[in-house]
């Protein structure tokens, strides 16, 4: 059916179909049709005649008619119109003009975030008349949290639109000038075309993951002999760490390991024992509940988030998108609890919280907060739908971690231990739970170590059982993947707790950073991309200039800016260097052939005047390229250390050939070298 028999109604605009659906089921009795094939209800409620629709979240985008860069003028049109992914936005903004002629009142039912007000504010723009627009704000798709929102209707919350709008827009502006110059240059250069992007976060981040991989690449490992031993302690065997300096050559370690032969004993020096008060988790915000749901299941932070916006959609957590660790003094957590009681998963666990607790539950709320959502908690509603394990696995971390803040705090014993053999410190950690506490009920960040040291005291000596010299090799210590990114996006400030999942997950689905087996790589575009704008546009990529900007964004929502003012500011700085570049285009083409190896006929009077001897990259010195350069002078540099433990230079070529640790980038040149020696 086309068409909607029906006059006077207020039209209700939620962000997605599942959303409307348990808005209008929570309403009443609901009448459900299909117009266009979309899914609308209808309900009669309190005199008033209510139709429940949804977006399929955003209907329209940011588009120019200008080629070139830089530009600046756009407007908002209907994303199925440019966006080839968003030809099933169509259907959903027909349905919607068809049911905005007969309305009289409009609710803006989006998620409450700067996202979910601007997608209705557009749509009601738009289609409507904004004068008779209301807003309305849940943090879940419980039926008592919505029918309270419902009784307390809110104006149109034009500073989370402007926001929204205002973020929309300098990213559109930063992406397009410096994408479509990208594009330009890399065309000329290699006369290919492709889609390049760059973004005001996305870039940045890119930076930072292209700084750790390049130092991975370029990594030669520098071999530590270490001692491993293993004390006896009332017959049961416990391996103790060294605390002093490896051994840097080999000769030194077997004459330690001979003085260990001659008394097998380790002596006690030190025993540190101290208790330790762990004060309850806090509430989980987004990027704690990634953080832990990518250390205990190790599921990315997008699927994260994905799955818990599935969650919120049954109804089953609250909103996820939130930065807050607080639990609001409103939220009634006993009701929530004992709902969660009705599940025999947790039964004994809220029984032993209430008698623990004398049926006081107040939540360790913690530091950060969000004006828009509480904390993420369980509502306590049944699971009905059909969920995956995955689904089920974050439902039941979600619930773990609600108990566990209303919990005591939980006491453990550490105690360290301090051992000499042969002049040389060793150390060893025992743990042990004395009173679990919360950890009864979120068990992951605690495993007890035991260790029978009661017996022992200073000047103690503790039989060696097993020894032996075991090599290690140094290792880049910080390392990319979706977890590290998001974690270093908080910590630096850019991005939104809703935004960065995301942004890493396009740098993956664009190929600039590439998953091999457990690792993180970067192609060649993309480092191409970072050292050209790094180069030439320092500024526009820097990780200051973004959390400036994030600021002036999130000022916004508080009226503390205007976007009119940041939009030219950005424009400005935009103008500036977009205009600079054009007068070193040649500059740039020649910076192209630094970083992708070029492997298609061109005339011989193109092509850059010297190939790298290992790739087809413009070579820079010694008949190198920038990568490779670097690579054979830090051999040269590091062979002194191997040199030590008795390696000639062309054994020291193959071992590194042989180590897992060794940079990509080192075994290429220590390849070539070998050939060229043969």
Known sequence: MNTLPLRSYVLVIAEKPKAAEK??????????????????????????????????????????????????????????????????????????????????????????????????????????DIEKAKRVKFSSLTKQEILKAFAN???????????????????????????????????KALKLRGVLSAGRVQTPTLAYAADIILQKKLHIPIPLIYPVIWIDINGNEYRISLIDEPFKSLEEAREYIKGIRENLYAKVVDIRVKNIELQPPHPFNLTDLQSDAYKIYGFTPYKTQKLAEDLY??????????????????????????????????????????????????????????????????????????????????????????LATFSSSAKIQVAELTFEINKRRYSATALKILYSGWLKYYPYPVSEKIIPYEGLRRGSLVPIKRYKLTTRYTRVERSVNRYSLLKWMENVGIGTESTRAEIIELLYKRGYLIQRSKNTDI????????????????????????????????????????????????????????????????????????????????????????????????????????????????????????????????????????????????????????????
């Open 23 to 128: 808005i209008a089921n929570a309403l009443g009795k609901a009448s459900r049709r299909r117009v266009l094939g979309v899914p609308i209800w209808t309900i009669r409620k309190a005199g008033k005649t209510y139709v429940i629709a949804s977006a399929a979240g955003h209907l329209y985008s940011l588009y120019t008619d200008e080629k070139g860069y830089p530009v600046f003028n756009y407007r908002w049109v209907p994303r199925y119109r440019v966006d080839r992914k968003g030809k099933h936005t169509y259907r959903f903004l027909k349905v919607l003009d068809i049911l905005f002629r007969n309305a009289d009142e409009y609710i803006n039912a989006c998620d409450y975030d700067i996202e979910g007000s601007l997608i209705g504010y557009l749509i009601i723009h738009n289609m409507g």
């Open 153 to 187: 209707l809110l104006p149109m919350d034009f500073e989370m639109i402007e926001a929204g709008y205002c973020r929309h827009v300098l990213d559109w502006m930063w992406g397009i000038n410096i994408s479509r110059m990208l594009m330009d240059i890399y065309s």
């Open 313 to 402: 959609l049954e109804a089953l957590i609250s909103y996820p998108r939130t930065n807050s660790q607080k639990l609001p003094q409103t939220l009634d957590n006993r009701h929530i609890i004992e709902r969660l009681a009705e599940n025999i998963e947790y039964r004994s666990y809220i029984e032993d919280l209430f008698k623990e607790k004398n049926g006081l539950l107040k939540p360790n709320n913690g530091a950060k907060d969000d004006p828009a959502h509480p904390a993420i908690y369980p509502t306590g509603e049944k699971i009905s739908a059909k969920l995956s394990e995955a689904h089920i696995r974050l439902y039941d971390l979600i619930v773990r971690r609600y």
């Open 523 to 678: 192609s060649d575009i993309g480092m191409m991309i970072v050292n050209i704008l790094r180069k030439y546009v320092r500024e526009l990529i820097s990780v200051d200039l973004t959390r400036e900007f994030e600021s002036y964004l999130e000022s916004i929502k508080f009226g503390k800016n205007s976007c009119d003012d940041i939009v030219n500011e950005a424009k400005k700085m935009i103008l500036r260097h977009i205009t600079n570049i054009k007068t070193l285009e040649k500059n740039l083409i020649e910076e192209v052939y630094n970083y992708i190896a070029y492997n298609h006929e061109k005339n011989a009077a193109e092509l850059p005047r010297q190939r790298c001897v290992v790739c087809n990259r413009n070579a820079v010195q010694s008949g190198f390229c920038i990568f490779h350069y670097t690579a054979f002078e830090k051999l040269k540099n590091s062979y002194e250390h191997w040199k030590r433990l008795g390696y000639s230079w062309n054994n020291y070529i193959e071992k590194l050939l042989k180590l897992h640790n060794t940079g990509i980038h080192i075994k290429e040149v220590c390849k070539y070298l070998l050939i060229k020696n043969q």
